[in-house]
């Protein structure tokens, strides 16, 4: 059973978020981070959009400016997501592409990663596939999204676990037109997305979320989470990186 470094629930805006995933993935390149697995969550909370897509085409920018939603452009590929702090847990796992759990096949690297959170979910009572190539579905309903990058000699992955779900916050955020945002739009998200509460009918809380994925990420992947911290130099690297990439317009309006 491998050892795997795990950084318990932490909250950060959306640009340091970004930052430690990257300042991890770089420390590691250098052989100065273990393999590991971190859970986050977004405050403010925040959109994200995938690294090839367009922030103006996507996102209400000047909504989110003026309701207080951070905005970012992720180094991983996918589309536009929401991140509400009530109502996700965040997690990401950064591998070194020499480890056994990194695949080099992208859709079973995807299976097996995200058995992860259908094991979290089995956790909590609730039966879940993967359902390719990067969501996690209970019936035929989204319940997790997930991203993957390949870069510096390791593979990070992150996903989105929904606790919750505000899906007329996410349509004003994500650039649909008021007028169109009808009930049967809004009804129609729901047959295609669901949440943890939803499907359990109960107020699931954030800690029982945690631990969940904890288990299930140690149970599928077969891997010890030894508690542990950021070093000095990966803090370094991402209030670095926060500051002079995720946080700046030159990044997040690239495209």
């Not at 770089?26 to 977004?42: D, H, I, S, V």
């Not at 992720?74 to 592409?97: C, L, N, Q």
């Not at 919750?164 to 007028?179: A, G, H, W």
Request: charged share 25%; net charge negative.
């Amino acid at each position: 059973m491998d050892e795997f470094r795990f950084i318990d629930l932490e909250t950060h805006d959306a640009y340091m978020n970004m930052a430690i995933d990257e300042a991890i993935m770089l420390a590691m390149k250098e052989g100065k981070a273990p393999p590991t697995l971190r859970l986050y969550r977004w405050k403010p909370s925040a959109v994200s959009v995938g690294t090839f897509q367009s922030m103006i085409d996507e996102i209400d920018v000047e909504f989110c400016r003026e309701n207080g939603i951070d905005y970012i452009r992720r180094i991983t590929g996918g589309g536009a997501v929401f991140h509400d702090y009530e109502g996700e847990v965040t997690y990401s796992i950064i591998i070194p592409k020499e480890h056994r759990l990194a695949l080099s096949d992208i859709l079973e690297s995807y299976r097996l990663l995200c058995g992860g959170i259908v094991n979290a979910l089995k956790h909590l009572g609730i039966v879940s596939e993967f359902k390719p190539i990067n969501d996690v579905n209970v019936g035929n309903k989204k319940v997790s999204g997930n991203a993957m990058t390949r870069r510096n000699g390791c593979i990070l992955q992150h996903g989105t676990t929904l606790l919750d779900l505000n899906i007329t916050l996410m349509f004003t955020i994500l650039k649909v037109p008021q007028e169109k945002i009808s009930d049967k739009m809004i009804s129609d998200v729901k047959e295609r997305v669901t949440s943890i509460r939803e499907i359990l009918d109960r107020d699931v809380q954030i800690g029982e979320l945690e631990e969940s994925i904890m288990f299930g990420f140690s149970d599928a992947l077969d891997i010890e989470l030894v508690s542990g911290v950021l070093s000095e130099e990966e803090q370094d690297s991402a209030s670095n990186l926060a500051q002079e990439k995720y946080a700046t317009d030159g990044w997040n309006f690239a495209r």
